[in-house]
């Protein structure tokens, strides 16, 4: 090893315009957005919604989400959505259901966390509260601590409009979603 | 069939280069920071690929913030050429990385919605781009130089600093860091900057270089960035 790593530093408050430029309106084309399903992407559609809280537990107008899951063929699906384009401070991702991709890995999406505050962005993951089984077989959620697990279980709602995962993030306090030393 | 693979995992994110989630001189850390220890994870994770961007991903003017916003003219301030290498700790380049980049226009005002700093928009400048590293790991940004500018965390100004956003080879080495300018009077005293650690903090400024082509087009400006790499673990695979 010669070099060292370059420390990360915040994403600030103004990412907007750079890396989610069409999904808050900016005149640049975006490398890549909320919408990670084409049509023709095998397995149910669903969307992941949550809002990400503060220590006030006051939701961040200015996070940034970035999500990677398998689908059913094993091919990995990309995502980024930021807080900041709605007033209810949501991020979005319409995506299909992952698949597992491993006898010891319940269907899960790795999730990136970034904001104004945030100096290093933090590592956790979604599971489905509709994947029980899966999910006691997983040898990531094993190492968590029992009692901080539900943190990391996305909510299944049927929804007229499809079947919505609502995952929250929150980021200090009883609550503190599980981040992972990746 | 049973074969010995050497399998790469990814070297750990190194706690002595990386600023603490709690850091109270950069006071929106407080409330914002994980406080419980981080849960550690096996190396199924640390494994999985970054996404692969095609070269369609890029337009052919995303590189040049000088000319990918233009409407009546060219925009205000001193034109730079900002270009380095992405490596990883061993000195490989890292291939294909989709580097993004943000940043305040001349004046110190973002095209932000949000900005409220009463310094002038540029109607020529956006102050966002990208491009993908070559087979050497190099890149090459054209902007203009971005202006410092007050901000609410105590009486003081953010140095100059250009974004930057870095998608490796690997979703873990994933990195969003900001780059300065050599000799910034701001560097010493600003929070961000400073919640680097000490010995790590330099790789964050970049050096001025004068340009071998068209030195009278532009300032030019070297800022390589390291990311976590490889290491080769050998592992045995039952097929």
Known sequence: MKYGQTPSQTVGPYFAYGLTP???????????GPVLAEARTPGEPIVLTGRVYDGDGKPVDDAMIEILHADTRRKYLFGRCGTGADRECTFRFETVKPASTGPRSAPHIDVIVMMRGMLSHAFTRVYFDDEQEANARDEVLADVPAERRGTLIARREELPGGMVY???IRMQGRDETVFFDL | MK??????????????TQPAYVYPPYKSTVKRGPTQPLVPVKRALEQLAAPVYGHGAVGPLDHDL?????????????????????????????????????????????????????????????????????????YTFVTIKPGAYPWGNGAGWRPNHIHFSLFGNYFASRLVTQMYFP??????IDPIYNSA???????????????????????????????????????????
Not at chain 2, 108 to 128: C, E, I, M, S, T
């Open chain 2, 66 to 138: 000088t000319r990918n916003a233009v409407k009546n003219g060219e925009p205000l301030g001193e034109r730079i050429v900002v270009s380095g290498r992405v490596i990883d700790e061993d000195g490989r380049p890292v291939r294909d990385a989709l580097i993004e980049i943000w940043q305040a226009n001349a004046a110190g005002r973002y095209a932000h919605k949000v900005d409220q700093h009463p310094a002038p928009l540029d109607p020529n400048f956006l102050g966002a781009g990208r491009c993908l590293t070559d087979k050497q790991g190099r």
């Open chain 2, 183 to 188: 000799g910034d009077p701001l560097l010493p």
């Open chain 1, 166 to 168: 609502r995952f929250d």
């Open chain 2, 3 to 16: 074969r010995d693979l050497q399998i790469p995992t990814l070297r750990p994110r190194d706690w002595s």
């Open chain 1, 22 to 32: 069409e999904q808050y309106g900016y005149p640049f084309r975006a490398a890549c």
């Open chain 2, 197 to 239: 650690p000490a010995g790590a903090r330099g790789r964050l400024v970049s050096r001025y270089v004068p340009l071998a082509s068209d030195p009278d087009f532009a300032l030019g400006y070297e800022f390589d960035v390291v990311l976590r790499g490889a290491q080769q673990t050998p592992m045995e695979n039952r097929e």
